[in-house]
């Protein structure tokens, strides 16, 4: 078993920033892939942003691209996402997420295996 818990997340002006955090415990975390999905209200889970098990590797959502980093510090067991120049659009709970390979399943979901339990990005006007 692995949990994942989510930190960092708050109320924020546009044009902001915002770094996320996620703590893993119970497993082998640089043997899984990371990172991070968003739900806003009313709309489907989307995919944001994942790093390799090495870090050698990212993937990026078109519209979070030049704006989100995802980096991963393994000696910690931890995976961040930094924010900035948000925007009202992004806000939605942010969910941490791993799985054994940074692929297309796991940028689809159906290929991760653990979930976080969330936190709240809210970004006004």
């Known amino acids: 078993q692995v949990q994942l818990v989510e930190s960092g997340g708050g109320l924020v002006q546009a044009g902001g920033s915002l770094r996320l955090s996620c703590a893993a415990s119970?497993?082998?975390?640089?043997?899984?892939?990371m990172g991070w999905f968003r739900q806003a209200p009313g709309k489907e889970r989307e995919f944001v942003a994942a790093?390799?098990?090495?870090?050698?590797?990212?993937s990026y959502v078109d519209s979070v691209k030049g704006r989100f980093t995802i980096s991963r510090d393994n000696a910690k067991n931890t995976v961040y996402l930094q924010m900035n120049s948000l925007k009202p659009e992004d806000t939605a709970v942010y969910y941490c997420?791993?799985?054994?390979?940074?692929?297309?399943?796991?940028?689809?979901?159906?290929?991760?295996?653990?979930w976080g339990q969330g936190t709240q990005v809210t970004v006004s006007s």
């Open positions: 119970g497993g082998t975390f640089s043997s899984y892939a």
């Open positions: 997420a791993s799985g054994p390979n940074l692929s297309e399943r796991f940028r689809k979901g159906v290929g991760v295996r653990y």
């Open positions: 790093i390799s098990w090495s870090g050698g590797s990212t």
